[in-house]
Structures are given as C-alpha cells and as structure tokens.
C-alpha cells in the first residue's frame, strides 16, 4: 500500500514512579506538543529498553476527523463510569486502555477493569495485570490502577461456598426459608456435588459484585473515573440485564417464603427457627437493595456512559445497531460511536486497498442512514501498522481518539 509521509519526529519518553506512602507518580514530559487535527494512519515503532522507551512515528495522513468531546468527559471531579462495548476483534481493548490513560494523564485517578473472561489488559499495557487485584500501571502522569477480574479465581471461591460444612451450607440457607424438608431430599441427591459446577453467567455475576465493591468499598473511593473494558455484545447485554434479573427472582423467593411462613410461623417459632428464617429473608432484601443500586448506576445518564466501539465492516455495523437498540431497551446512556481501524484516503492505491476503503466507505454510510446509530456521536480512528502496546503507544492513540 501507497502512503505518501507527511510528518516525520521521533520522541524520547522516560517514565519514572516513585513510591511513597500509597502511591505517587512523577509527571513525564508530554507525548506530543502538537497533536495535527488531519490524522487518520499511523505508522510506529517502539523499542522495549526500560527505563526509556523510544517512540517513532513515521508517516501520518488523512482528513479532518470530528471531536470526541473529551472536554465534557473529563470535566468535573465527582465519579464517572465509562463501559467500552461491541462485537469481538473490533479494539475495545485499546480503546478502553487509551481512554484510561488520557484520564490519568488529565489528573483523574483512573481506574481500568475488564469485565471480559478472555482478558487482553496486560497485552495492551505491555504488564502483568493479572490476579484479580488491583496492579498499579507504570507510566501514567497520575495514579492508573488496573483490575483483571479473575473467574477462575471466582469459581473456586463458589465451590468453597458450596461445599462448606461439607456441603451443608445450602441446607442451611434452605432450612432458614423454611424449607429444610426439600433440602433434605435434595440431600439424597448429592446437591453439594451438583453446585460443584459455577452456575452459568458465573462471570458477569461477578462483575456486578465488582460494581458493588466500587459503589461501597473505601478501596476504591480515591477513582473519579472507572473504565470497563467489557466482554463481546452477548456477555455485556447479560452483565447489564442482570440486576433486573436478580431483583425479580429475589422478589419471588421473599413472597415465596412470606407465604410458607405464614403457614408455617406457628411451627417454627416452637422449633426456635425463626429468628434464622427472618436473617435469611434479612440477606435477601439487603442483596436486592445493592442489585437496586447497580442498576441505578447503570442507567445514571450524569455518572455512567456507555460508548460502543466498531469496526467499518456491514456485519459489525448491523451488531452496533442491535447492541444500541438493546442499551436504550436497558436505559443505559450511549452517546458515542467509535468506529476503528479506519483505512485512509491515499493518492496512489493498490488495488486491494481501493476496494477495502470502498466497502469501509459503504459501512460508514450504513451508519448514517441507521436509526439506532446515526444520532451518536461518531469518532473515526485510524487503522495503524503495528499493536498498540505499552503506556507511550496508547498515550498516543488516545490522543487521536479521544480529543
């Protein structure tokens, strides 16, 4: 493929932490002075020496690309969720991790989490983020913190749960509802061994627990931005159903349970079991309080947003329509449509190159002209001829995107 260069500089980038009571990080000297507004290809290197990172970028080219309104988003100091969603292999990935960047790099104590089984954090921070705890990401002017939600982690912690007291604690639970009885008879069918196996959905449960912690825990009380790097369209649609979900279930176990002990309340206040029965009813409504919550933030239009990233192809086009559609079903804010790995205009053209921005071209349109997505704002980022790995790379990206 053609590319006449336009723009040929090369930067020298020295990332330096210093670690001192929680955690601080020394300011590093900008990326880029000057970022031009026409940008739609780039081509970088990158060498991998630590402590310095050399960062080249040798051709640049393209049209006038419209802003992102990166203003508004990082404006204010109270906590705003961002969820970066679509169809797989579109970069939400990059997208998200570019985002976090320019958060933190703009005074925001950031906070990344991906919310997706088969994680890509640590490939595109060029780290280890793995464990299911928070990591600190080097490079970053102000704290950027990472979190890779472990499932397997998750799973065996639920067979723990399951198999406690040698898989009583079930019973247990059943017997303070009031039905000890069928917990029994399920006993004879070995129930602990049958919830060995994490039930399905497992993941986004736990990512809605993850929610949860954000909402209460003092952990993370120190983020004013926290962004999800969200699984494929199918995984992120459960995740955001799943307060719904649980609150009716919730509901028909109390009612379920309110009519067993009004039949029952005599019986068992003999037994003494009611004060277990009301602790379990007492969980319940303090878990549906919390699913509540989530939902509420969730569809929150001043602290949460979600942005659907695609890519210029008919088939990821015709997903980002359905996904929007499911979102505004679902109540949750989406504003913007990032549409990535976009081929530019070039003066001299191959012939493959030619019919690829054709069809991009074609998909482009196809977003005009549909009613779910033409009302979002559009940002267009550029395909590039390498991986975008390591802090300077995605500075440099989201400096493109997110403006």
Request: glycine share 6%; proline share 6%; net charge neutral.
């Amino acid at each position: 493929m053609a590319c006449r260069s336009v723009i040929s500089s090369s930067l020298h980038m020295t990332n330096s932490m210093t670690v001192k009571g929680v955690l601080s990080f020394a300011p590093n000297p900008p990326l880029f002075h000057h970022l031009p507004k026409a940008v739609a290809f780039v081509s970088l290197s990158a060498s991998t020496k630590p402590p310095t990172k050399s960062f080249q970028v040798r051709s640049v080219v393209g049209t006038t690309e419209a802003a992102s309104g990166f203003d508004e988003m990082v404006s204010g100091t109270e906590r705003k969720y961002y969820m970066l969603g679509g169809k797989g292999g579109v970069g939400k990935t990059s997208c998200a991790a570019s985002l976090a960047v320019k958060f933190a790099n703009n005074g925001h104590p950031t906070l990344v989490v991906s919310t997706d089984p088969a994680h890509s954090l640590s490939d595109s921070f060029a780290q280890d983020l793995t464990g299911g705890a928070l990591v600190p990401v080097e490079g970053p002017d102000y704290p950027l913190f990472a979190l890779e939600i472990n499932p397997e982690k998750s799973r065996e912690e639920f067979r723990n749960a399951a198999q406690k007291n040698g898989g009583t604690g079930v019973k247990d639970f059943m017997d303070g509802m009031g039905l000890g009885m069928i917990a029994d008879q399920l006993g004879e069918l070995k129930l602990g061994e049958l919830l060995d196996s994490p039930p399905p959905g497992l993941d986004e449960a736990i990512a809605i627990s993850k929610v949860m912690q954000f909402l209460e825990s003092q952990e993370y009380s120190m983020f004013t931005r926290i962004v999800f790097d969200t699984a494929p369209t199918g995984h992120t649609l459960r995740l955001l159903s799943l307060p719904d979900f649980l609150d009716a279930s919730i509901g028909k176990i109390l009612k379920l349970r309110q009519k067993i002990a009004s039949a029952t309340s005599a019986i068992k206040s003999v037994f003494g079991q009611e004060n277990t029965q009301q602790n379990a009813a007492d969980k319940l409504e303090k878990l549906r309080e919390r699913m509540l919550k989530v939902r509420e933030l969730f569809r929150d239009t001043d602290s949460t947003e979600f942005v659907i990233v695609t890519i210029p192809t008919v088939m990821a086009v015709s997903e980002s329509s359905r996904l929007s559609a499911s979102l505004k079903k679902e109540s949750v804010p989406v504003k913007r449509l990032v549409v990535n790995q976009i081929l530019p205009p070039s003066p001299s053209d191959c012939k493959f190159c030619a019919m690829k921005r054709k069809d991009q071209m074609r998909a482009l349109d196809l977003i005009q002209s549909d009613p779910e997505l033409s009302s979002l704002l559009m940002i267009q980022a550029p395909l590039v001829d390498v991986e975008i790995r390591g802090v300077p790379a995605l500075k440099f990206l989201g400096d493109i995107i997110w403006k």
